[in-house]
């Protein structure tokens, strides 16, 4: 709650004419009313009595809020209430709006049946709205008799038709000319040549204000600091923005923000431009036409890096790098995230923040390595706020906790539903003591298979079917994710897998486990197609040591399973398979001490590549089908014929 009637109404006035009358350019042309002004250094109006007030009151039915009041006993009206607005109603020219202007009826059209009733008073504002603008560029300003808080002060909207914006909000009409005030500095922050220094006592405060906001901010104290620019941004202050937009971006916040008037500055463009084109990149839909448009003042040479950069971006390619100790930092934590350790990799990161080397002055903390295919994914909100309470720079400050880790030691979150509803069946291996890089050797036919660079599974998938020209029926191929399992452990993980055919189905763990230990899972229990399953193998030295499957309700299997995997004790009297399926994945934990890192499989991006097939080769009689994609000129529309073929061809 404002007491808006202990506000110094004079004190206030009078500075914002002086700063007016001291803006504007020698020998510029201008009316007698604004030359006056200028001269005497007033954009108001004598007083107004306390009679005049009464007598509007009375012509009007209502009585006038309090901040508006107080207003009128200062100045009877207002010149120049920011940039759009050229006279301010006082007590002789303010009255009710009536829908003079015609809009109740085109807000109207817009409303539907199912229009709540913030739109309906929004509409009906026109109507009921005591308008306050005399003269205007289009732009209308009106008092809500409706809309009153509890001292008795009204809202004041404001509204023009060349913003396609709706109304805009003001909590009473005190806030309503403060605000106009900042749009005053705003526009004229924004000096062209020949125009004289818009400097004053507001501009000198509020560029001391964000020197200390800095400051701040690399203390840790990015709270405070947001608070100090986003108010001086409001004023149009040069620095503010592109300060402000460093924290709000690391609080993984990508809209509106452009880091204005520091971008285009050489010094900070290699990391400041990656983020701002990776937004781009993220939007355009290929239409680089507005590329530029934040890079207005750019050189030749910084635009030719923003398209490179924006090439990278798109094509997975772009890395970051930085210097000195953190970027050895930055190095390490990229190798961990590459393998699936984003919390290890996290810590590398944020550990090493207090040994990075800013890039100037307005640098105030590292952002490239939010694009980075590979260590951007590490960032969270929770993450952001770490790092921005993180002291750098040489900066004094309190060092904040960790962030908890987003990876759990187990593997019981595969049971959980993901946010999208898609993971409903998934299989992995767990090899032991073998690096990631080495499970194509052991799962893949050949030794030239070789791993992806590392991207989302979905980008994977995508890639994958892009470039393969013929699909089987008898041919699983699983596309598969790699990194550490943990201690002494490797996985390789597929999301999204072939239906289970239990009759043809081929375990990959006897190969995977020459010279060691490994274990394969797949599951289906929650599946949307087809009834519930779950495959537990294991094998040891390239030899199938115990395997079970459930499918159709019963179970078959092989070997001397240990009492803690038995799965008689989950599939006994099965009822709910999420439960079945979480006590598995819980049991092959304690069993084998391996997890998988959750934060890489759902957000990260990991190397992948194409396993053998998981299905037997079709038998004489067996009926499979085949479809190969051409590509040439005399072609369907679509591109491409199909075609079957093999035994029994289908």
Same mark, same amino acid.
């Given at each position: 709650?404002t =007491? %808006?009637?202990?506000?110094?109404w *004079?004190?206030? @006035? @009078?500075?914002?004419?002086?700063?007016?009358?001291?803006?504007?350019?020698?020998g510029?042309?201008?009316?007698?009313?604004?030359?006056?002004?200028? &001269?005497?250094?007033?954009?108001?109006?004598?007083?107004?009595?306390?009679?005049?007030?009464?007598?509007?009151?009375?012509?009007?039915?209502?009585?006038? !809020?309090?901040?508006?009041?107080?207003?009128?006993?200062?100045?009877?009206?207002?010149?120049?209430?920011?940039g759009?607005?050229?006279?301010?109603?006082?007590?002789?020219?303010?009255?009710?709006?009536?829908?003079?202007?015609?809009?109740?009826?085109?807000?109207?059209?817009?409303?539907d049946?199912?229009?709540?009733?913030?739109?309906?008073?929004?509409a009906?504002?026109?109507?009921?709205?005591?308008?306050?603008?005399?003269?205007?560029?289009?732009?209308?300003v009106?008092?809500?008799?409706?809309?009153?808080? /509890?001292?008795?002060?009204?809202a004041?909207?404001?509204?023009?038709?060349?913003?396609?914006?709706?109304?805009?909000?003001?909590?009473?009409?005190?806030?309503?000319?403060?605000?106009?005030?900042?749009?005053?500095?705003?526009?004229?922050?924004?000096?062209?040549?020949?125009? !004289?220094?818009?400097?004053?006592?507001?501009?000198?405060?509020l560029?001391?204000?964000?020197?200390?906001?800095?400051?701040?901010?690399?203390?840790?104290?990015?709270?405070?600091?947001?608070?100090?620019?986003?108010?001086?941004?409001?004023?149009?202050?040069?620095?503010?923005?592109?300060?402000?937009? &460093?924290?709000?971006?690391?609080?993984?916040?990508?809209?509106?923000?452009?880091?204005?008037?520091?971008?285009?500055?050489?010094?900070?463009?290699?990391?400041?431009? !990656?983020?701002?084109?990776?937004?781009?990149?993220?939007?355009?839909?290929?239409?680089?036409?507005?590329? %530029?448009?934040?890079?207005?003042?750019?050189?030749?040479? +910084?635009?030719?890096?923003?398209?490179?950069? +924006?090439?990278?971006?798109?094509?997975?390619?772009?890395?970051?790098?930085?210097?000195?100790?953190?970027?050895?930092?930055?190095?390490?934590?990229?190798?961990?995230?590459?393998?699936?350790?984003?919390?290890?990799?996290?810590?590398?990161?944020?550990?090493?923040?207090? +040994?990075?080397?800013?890039l100037?002055? =307005?640098?105030?903390?590292?952002?490239?390595?939010?694009?980075?295919?590979?260590?951007?994914?590490?960032?969270?909100?929770?993450?952001?706020? /770490?790092?921005?309470?993180?002291?750098?720079?040489?900066?004094?400050?309190?060092?904040? $906790?960790p962030?908890?880790?987003?990876?759990?030691?187990?593997?019981?979150?595969?049971?959980?539903?993901?946010?999208?509803?898609?993971?409903?069946?998934?299989?992995f291996?767990?090899?032991?003591?073998?690096?990631?890089?080495?499970?194509?050797?052991?799962?893949?036919?050949? =030794?030239?298979?070789?791993?992806?660079?590392?991207?989302?599974f979905?980008?994977?998938?995508?890639?994958?079917?892009?470039? &393969?020209?013929?699909?089987?029926?008898?041919?699983?191929?699983?596309?598969?994710?790699?990194?550490?399992?943990?201690?002494g452990?490797?996985?390789?993980?597929?999301?999204? !897998?072939?239906?289970?055919?239990?009759?043809?189905?081929?375990?990959?763990?006897?190969?995977?486990?020459?010279?060691?230990?490994?274990?394969?899972?797949?599951?289906?229990?929650?599946?949307?197609?087809? /009834?519930?399953?779950?495959?537990?193998?294991v094998?040891?030295?390239?030899?199938? &040591?115990?395997?079970?499957?459930?499918?159709?309700?019963?179970?078959?299997?092989?070997?001397?399973?240990? *009492?803690? @995997?038995?799965?008689?004790?989950?599939?006994?009297?099965?009822?709910? $398979?999420?439960?079945?399926?979480?006590? +598995?994945?819980?049991?092959?934990?304690?069993?084998?001490?391996?997890?998988?890192?959750?934060?890489?499989?759902?957000?990260?991006?990991?190397?992948?590549?194409?396993?053998?097939?998981?299905?037997?080769?079709?038998?004489?009689?067996?009926?499979?089908?085949?479809?190969?994609?051409?590509?040439?000129?005399?072609?369907?529309?679509?591109?491409?014929?199909?075609?079957?073929?093999?035994?029994?061809?289908?």
């Amino acid at each position: 709650m404002t =007491d %808006t009637t202990a506000f110094d109404w *004079r004190s206030f @006035l @009078l500075r914002w004419s002086g700063e007016w009358a001291d803006s504007l350019p020698d020998g510029e042309a201008r009316g007698g009313d604004d030359e006056a002004a200028r &001269q005497a250094r007033w954009l108001g109006f004598p007083p107004a009595s306390e009679e005049r007030i009464a007598a509007v009151e009375e012509r009007l039915g209502r009585r006038m !809020p309090p901040s508006y009041r107080e207003f009128l006993k200062v100045s009877d009206g207002w010149r120049h209430a920011g940039g759009f607005v050229w006279l301010l109603a006082g007590t002789e020219d303010a009255h009710w709006h009536d829908n003079e202007s015609g809009l109740a009826d085109v807000f109207e059209e817009y409303l539907d049946e199912d229009a709540g009733p913030e739109e309906r008073r929004e509409a009906d504002l026109w109507r009921r709205g005591l308008q306050l603008d005399v003269e205007s560029d289009a732009t209308h300003v009106l008092m809500d008799p409706e809309d009153v808080d /509890e001292d008795g002060e009204w809202a004041v909207y404001t509204w023009a038709g060349w913003r396609a914006a709706p109304p805009e909000r003001h909590a009473n009409f005190l806030e309503f000319m403060r605000d106009m005030h900042r749009e005053f500095h705003s526009l004229r922050a924004r000096r062209g040549d020949g125009e !004289p220094v818009f400097a004053n006592d507001t501009t000198r405060k509020l560029d001391a204000q964000v020197e200390e906001a800095r400051l701040e901010a690399l203390r840790g104290g990015w709270e405070r600091a947001v608070k100090m620019l986003d108010e001086a941004k409001a004023y149009g202050r040069p620095r503010a923005a592109g300060l402000g937009d &460093q924290v709000r971006r690391l609080l993984g916040q990508t809209s509106m923000v452009y880091f204005d008037g520091l971008v285009t500055d050489p010094r900070y463009a290699r990391e400041l431009l !990656p983020p701002l084109v990776a937004e781009h990149a993220a939007h355009s839909y290929r239409d680089d036409s507005t590329l %530029t448009f934040h890079l207005r003042g750019a050189d030749d040479d +910084l635009v030719a890096l923003a398209y490179a950069t +924006l090439d990278e971006v798109r094509n997975g390619t772009y890395r970051y790098t930085a210097a000195g100790p953190f970027g050895e930092a930055v190095e390490r934590a990229r190798e961990l995230a590459r393998w699936g350790d984003t919390d290890g990799a996290w810590r590398t990161l944020v550990n090493a923040v207090p +040994l990075w080397e800013p890039l100037g002055p =307005d640098h105030l903390a590292p952002l490239g390595w939010v694009t980075d295919p590979v260590l951007g994914p590490l960032l969270t909100p929770e993450r952001g706020r /770490e790092l921005l309470s993180t002291p750098r720079d040489g900066q004094a400050g309190g060092t904040p $906790g960790p962030t908890a880790g987003l990876d759990p030691d187990d593997l019981a979150w595969l049971a959980e539903p993901d946010p999208g509803g898609h993971r409903t069946s998934y299989r992995f291996v767990l090899v032991e003591g073998v690096e990631p890089e080495e499970l194509p050797g052991r799962l893949a036919d050949g =030794d030239g298979t070789v791993l992806n660079e590392p991207m989302t599974f979905w980008e994977a998938r995508r890639r994958s079917l892009h470039h &393969q020209r013929e699909f089987s029926s008898y041919d699983d191929r699983a596309l598969m994710a790699v990194g550490r399992a943990g201690t002494g452990w490797s996985f390789a993980f597929d999301g999204d !897998p072939a239906p289970f055919d239990r009759r043809r189905f081929v375990s990959p763990a006897a190969a995977a486990g020459a010279g060691t230990r490994a274990v394969v899972v797949w599951s289906g229990l929650r599946t949307w197609h087809g /009834e519930p399953f779950f495959h537990l193998s294991v094998a040891e030295d390239g030899v199938e &040591q115990y395997a079970f499957t459930y499918a159709d309700g019963e179970i078959r299997q092989s070997g001397e399973i240990p *009492r803690a @995997l038995d799965p008689s004790r989950f599939f006994g009297d099965m009822k709910d $398979g999420a439960e079945a399926e979480r006590s +598995l994945l819980e049991a092959v934990t304690g069993q084998f001490g391996a997890h998988l890192p959750r934060h890489a499989i759902v957000n990260g991006r990991l190397h992948t590549f194409a396993t053998r097939s998981w299905t037997r080769p079709p038998r004489d009689g067996e009926t499979y089908t085949v479809i190969r994609m051409h590509r040439g000129t005399a072609r369907p529309a679509d591109g491409g014929r199909t075609e079957s073929e093999g035994p029994g061809s289908s």
